[in-house]
């Protein structure tokens, strides 16, 4: 799934849920339901011989800057950004800690992640393209009412 996705449900999941250790988990983990959802991610589908094509790279770099654009955003739209900050970054940390996957205490996190990954094991077994493709549209336009509707009361 995209960054962008798992960042906006994270700021939504934080605007729902007052309480901070909750909201911390329920971000946390909904970046491991997210995965399991079917999504066009350059990771997932890159080739092995050749990682990323132009497409692919270009798709990363929007989403990178949409990430960085959207934690500003929630940082300046609010009068305490705290929760709402650590939210975003709290749906976006098994990503995060992916390069820390190899390490043994973060064994059984990689090992979820590859369990509930969409990938291209799952996705030989039905069409999946168009819910990958409207699929992170419809639940990052969800996150974001949620976020709105917060900001605007």
Partial sequence: MPGTVHLLVGAAIATLVPNVPVMVVL??????ILDLIPHLDPDTFADDQHPYT???KATLTVDVILVFS???ALFWL???PFQYLLGAVVGLMPD???PLESYPAFTPLKKAHELLHWNKRRARWW???VPAL???VVISTGALLIIWGELNT
């Fill in 134 to 136: 409207l699929l992170p």
């Fill in 96 to 98: 995060i800690l992916t």
């Fill in 54 to 56: 132009w497409w692919q």
């Fill in 127 to 129: 069409s999946w393209y």
């Fill in 78 to 80: 609010r009068q305490e």
């Fill in 70 to 72: 959207l934690l500003l």
């Fill in 27 to 32: 971000a946390f983990f909904s970046h491991y």
